[in-house]
């Protein structure tokens, strides 16, 4: 008999995500992805002045803060034909490293994690044999006896009280959890000094950006000065402030999250054939101290990969008509010229279509546009985006720093390369590109001090910023590597303001519903014959979508009448 079941929300972090699978035999034989929520924030921008943008983009998203300011005034930048100064990369590289930094730390711990690390059986732990382990896989100084039997006396007070406050409705005690209670009590030592650690390397997007979430960007540049002796500016306290930061989370990341993913992935082997999905893989690839226009000095390469095949490396134009098209055939949107075209984003529409079920209701009708994310393809494919699709990326291309890392964990973990097209090798990808950018982001800033020794302090190129300067019209397109995946916002400027703005996120690609020909998206494809012990307690859904890091446009969540966030997983036809 085949079940349906609903899991709406998905994510940890907003409640715009519906997925709803039908079960037949304990696995899962089909699924859909809903995106419940409209954003429009190209609708927002039209009329608006282009060096704006990046102000009303930026606020997409709180959780990946500042990636679409980024990506905004590089798309600007294209169109007007601006080269930004070599310390205003330099510093939005910065940024970008400790965003990742921050990202896949706060992901790991505080968003995947529990779906791995059973909260409850930490509590069964001999914190003698917890410091022995925790000693035995890294050096890191927290390790004591003491320390873990500390941390498992708070938690067993929440567990006494009947309060699990932050680790309330979970799954625990799911026969899928196979932790040792030792393992699960570092997870969950780790997941509170996690909490800690990620409010500290964000002050690196204060420091250069004035604020977090939201930092300021600039067309043209930076919005900050190097002043080394000035108070009011970048000075050397705080430049000095920087690398601290930055090396903190280098340890952090190489002494906890890499020892921790390595120990927790030894257990679930399994997962290395469970999630594949798709096949496909994309990135438009990113960081370069050369600036956003130089791929061949990207220390993340660009490049598709199909049908797992890593012997063969496609390159992808984002500006052809006929690579990067958008569809609605199953989206809650209406096209001028018909659903069933596809358009480039530089030619994108967005008139909502709303032609779904009224709220509240049990199930979607996919027969029928079920989803408010249009649905993006590449030459017609079906694309996976995000860490997966870039260390493959770079490891097919047989760069050397990918090439080392995943070789090691490759032999660390004892399974062969296929095991990467998996649950398991998406979120293992996450933390070894955490790991480089780690690495990376000294060297930016290495980069940027030699610049200052060498009195070059040039932040800004403001020779365009006047619009009296542009041309009647005129268009661009800014891409980036997100850190849930390849990002590019599209705009067309005439007389002076935004005539068009569209953006393809990467949740788009991955999230998105079917297009015309029945091609399920990553989210949809990656679900196909996942095991599920329990539909009451789907665990395994929530594994592999989290694997993904859904974020659909953050800090939106649902509540209802009583202020009670919602959540719910349904099992229909019982």
């Known amino acids: 008999m085949t079940k349906r079941i609903v899991v709406d929300p998905v994510t940890r972090i907003e409640g715009h995500l519906r997925v709803e699978a039908e079960i037949e035999n304990g696995k899962i034989k089909d699924a859909y992805s809903s995106g419940t929520m409209v954003r429009l924030l190209e609708e927002i921008l039209k009329g608006r002045d282009p060096r704006d943008a990046w102000a009303f983009v930026g606020r997409v998203c709180g959780v990946c803060t500042s990636t679409h300011s980024l990506t905004s005034v590089r798309c600007v930048e294209d169109a007007l034909g601006i080269v930004v100064p070599p310390n205003a990369e330099l510093v939005r590289n910065l940024m970008f490293c400790a965003l990742y930094m921050h990202d896949h730390v706060v992901h790991f711990y505080h968003l995947h994690a529990m779906d791995w690390v059973d909260v409850v059986n930490a509590l069964k732990a001999d914190p003698k ?24 006396n708070r938690i067993k007070k929440f567990v006494e009280s009947g309060q699990l406050g932050i680790f309330a409705n979970g799954y625990w005690g799911h026969p899928a959890y196979k932790l040792p209670a030792e393992v699960n009590l570092i997870g969950l030592a780790h997941y509170l000094e996690a909490l800690d650690w990620q409010k500290e390397i964000v002050k690196v997007q204060t420091i250069f950006g004035g604020k977090n979430p939201h930092p300021n960007y600039l067309v043209g540049g930076m919005a900050c000065a190097i002043a080394t002796d000035d108070v009011s500016g970048i000075n050397a306290e705080r430049l000095a402030y920087v690398h601290h930061l930055l090396k903190q989370g280098k340890d952090f990341i190489e002494q906890v999250y890499i020892p921790d993913l390595m120990a927790i992935a030894s257990f679930y082997k399994d997962w290395g054939g469970i999630g594949g999905g798709l096949g496909n893989f994309m990135a438009y690839g990113d960081l370069s101290a050369n600036g956003s226009k130089d791929p061949a000095t990207f220390l993340f390469p660009s490049g598709v990969i199909l049908n797992k095949d890593l012997s063969k490396v496609h390159e992808v134009d984002v500006r052809k008509n006929d690579e990067i098209q958008e569809f609605i055939t199953n989206s809650w949107y209406d096209y001028e010229g018909g659903k069933d075209k596809g358009l480039h984003p530089w030619e994108g529409e967005s008139k909502i279509n709303y032609t779904g079920p009224k709220p509240p209701f049990e199930q979607l009708d996919v027969s029928q546009a079920y989803s408010f994310l249009k649905t993006p393809r590449w030459k017609g494919h079906a694309m996976e985006v995000g860490p997966l699709a870039r260390v493959l990326v770079g490891y097919a291309k ?28 998406r979120t293992a990808a996450r ?7 780690a690495t990376w982001a000294l060297e930016f800033y290495d980069q940027l001090i030699d610049n200052i020794k060498k009195g070059d302090t040039r932040m800004a190129n403001t020779d365009k910023f006047d619009p009296s300067t542009w041309p009647a019209e005129a268009k661009g397109v800014g891409t980036g590597e997100a850190p849930r995946g390849a990002l590019a916002h599209y705009i067309n400027i005439k007389d002076g303001k935004i005539a068009n703005y569209q953006l393809v996120v990467p ?23 996942t095991p599920v012990h329990d539909p009451n307690l789907p665990l395994e859904i929530i594994r592999t979508i989290h694997s993904f890091d859904p ?21 229909l036809g019982e």
């Open 551 to 571: 974020c659909l446009a953050c800090s939106v969540h649902i509540y209802d009448e009583q202020g009670n966030h919602v959540s719910r997983v349904s099992v």
């Open 431 to 437: 933390g070894l590109e955490c790991k480089l950018v």
């Open 398 to 425: 047989g760069v050397p720093a990918f090439k080392e890392v995943v070789d090691a964990a490759l032999a660390q973990l004892q399974v062969p390369a296929a095991a990467l097209f998996s649950t398991l090798g």
């Open 507 to 529: 949740t788009t690609w991955n999230a998105s519903p079917r297009d015309g020909k029945g091609q399920r998206s990553a989210y949809e494809a990656a679900l196909i014959d």
């Open 129 to 152: 044999k917890t410091s022995e382990l925790a000693q035995s896989i890294s050096n890191w100084p927290k390790s004591s006896v003491g320390y873990f039997t500390d941390i498992q």
